[in-house]
Every structure is written in structure tokens, then in C-alpha cells.
């Protein structure tokens, strides 16, 4: 079991419109890169991630990035037939960023009321360092 823990929800990020006005498809979201920065810094399996997504494609090409990126990801749970959270960045015409979410059936929201959230809480109880 890693020894920290980041516990949040990474969503699908759009980011701004580029010069012909095409977004790019990525993802992050604050715990994440937090979480991600540590493992690189920290080596290889230490940091773990604490989360739900989807079983589509993206929430299972962000887990598999997230473990070559040396995440501990056994505390990442899929929920059958859902998908992650979704926003979009525009910026005003000062640079400034503007967010738009889309998130309302993420199943990050439900992290914690879940019935199968005990071996979470156990893991969370063990960890020397909690991330929020």
C-alpha cells in the first residue's frame, strides 16, 4: 500500500480553442497533479490515488497513464456504465481562464457514500500523509 495518498476527482479537460478553434481532449484536475508531481519526485508506487471512474475509454486510458506515471492505483474504482466529469477552459480577452463543468453524474461525487468505501477508509487510516 502506498505510504501518501491523494484523494479527489480528475475530470476531462478541454482546453481553450486554438487558432482554427479546435480544443484539445485532456484530463487533470487539482489532487491529481498534485498527486502525480509526488510520484515522479518520490519514485514508484509511494503515491496513491483515491478516486472512481467510469469504464469507458478515457477513465481507463487516465488509470493506465496514472500507472505509468508510477501511481499506486488500487484504490481507483470503477463504476460499471458512468464516466468522468467533463470542463472546459475559455479565456476572456485578458488571458484570464473561465471554467465550465459538466460533472453532475461523476462518480467521483459519490466517493465516500458508496457501501464498498471501507477498504478505502482502512487504506486512508495507514497512510502517512493524506492529500485533499
Not at 508531481?37 to 518520490?42: E, N, P, S, V
Not at 488500487?74 to 480577452?93: K, P, Q, S
Not at 463543468?101 to 487510516?125: M, T, V
Amino acid at each position: 500500500m502506498p505510504r501518501i495518498l491523494a484523494i479527489g476527482e480528475c475530470m476531462a479537460e478541454l482546453s481553450p480553442p486554438d487558432d482554427q478553434g479546435l480544443r484539445r481532449l485532456g484530463y487533470g484536475g487539482d489532487t491529481l497533479n498534485t498527486a502525480l508531481y509526488m510520484a515522479r519526485l518520490l519514485g514508484k508506487d509511494l503515491v496513491g490515488y483515491v478516486t472512481r471512474l467510469g469504464d469507458d475509454a478515457l477513465s481507463k486510458d487516465m488509470v493506465d497513464d496514472w500507472r505509468m506515471e508510477g501511481l499506486d492505483t488500487t484504490l481507483v474504482e470503477t463504476v460499471v456504465g458512468r464516466t468522468v466529469g467533463l470542463y472546459a477552459i475559455d479565456l476572456d480577452d485578458r488571458g484570464e481562464r473561465r471554467f465550465t463543468y459538466w460533472r453532475g453524474e461523476s462518480p467521483a461525487r459519490e466517493l465516500f457514500n458508496q457501501g464498498a468505501y471501507a477498504k478505502r477508509l482502512e487504506a486512508i487510516e495507514r497512510a502517512a500523509l493524506v492529500y485533499i
